[in-house]
């Protein structure tokens, strides 16, 4: 018994044209990220056995289903999905959150080294120092943190004002008077509780030890 799931990836469309009227069908798959496209000629079995990869049914329920198909065909047609990064096997992203599901699909679709699921792993063990909590750092560090990066420093030696509303994206006028450090660390954990932060309220002169 085959127990495999697979699942068309998000960033792949696929069209079907059927070809003189036969049993024969071109398939057109167009991957949105980078644009690439590649057609293939094959029978109907094979458009219906890819359309029933929806990543709840295993291999085994599909076959049965259609009753038609050989395991060595299914194994061969499998390897030629996963290669061209069409499909992806859905067990591989059950410790993975939703809310990093399409950006896993992009780091496949890009980082083709590797699975999308061990660079988002990679990501998400960077530790990153930001040295002044200002407008552009800021932005920075938060876009970082909806990412998954997990470990952030933050090192300002200033404390949120007024004249910050304009530019900074966790300006809380509830907080003016706080260290920059001190409020973009709350904003931050607003948007990932689980994020460590370690925070540095100094200026930065020659003999500081961080």
């Known amino acids: 018994m085959d127990s495999r799931k697979y699942k068309i990836k998000e960033t792949v469309d696929i069209f079907i044209s059927n070809e003189d009227n036969t049993d024969n069908v071109k398939l057109t798959f167009h ?23 929806d990543g709840i049914k295993t291999i085994n329920d599909i076959v049965t289903e259609m009753g038609s198909l050989r395991s060595k065909d299914v194994d061969k047609l499998i390897a030629f ?8 096997d859905v067990n591989n992203i059950c410790d993975i959150e939703p809310r990093f599901s399409r950006q896993i699909t992009f780091w496949d679709d890009f980082v083709l080294e590797r699975p999308g699921v061990d660079t988002q792993h990679i990501l998400e063990s960077k530790k990153v120092v930001l ?25 300002d030696y200033k404390s949120l004002s007024k004249s910050n509303a304009a530019r ?23 948007i990932d509780s689980r994020v460590i932060i370690t925070k540095h309220f100094e200026k930065l002169i020659p003999p500081t030890y961080l």
């Open 31 to 53: 991957v949105m990220t980078t644009r690439d496209r590649l057609e293939i000629k094959t029978n109907k079995n094979v458009a219906r056995f890819i359309a029933s990869l």
């Open 81 to 88: 999905l996963l290669n061209q990064h069409f499909i992806y």
């Open 131 to 155: 040295f002044g909590c200002g407008a552009v750092g800021a932005k920075i560090i938060e876009i970082l943190v909806r990412a998954g990066v997990k470990n952030i420093v933050l090192v």
């Open 168 to 190: 900074h994206c966790y300006y809380n006028y509830k907080k003016i008077g706080k260290p920059k450090v001190d409020v973009l660390s709350e904003f931050l954990s607003w």
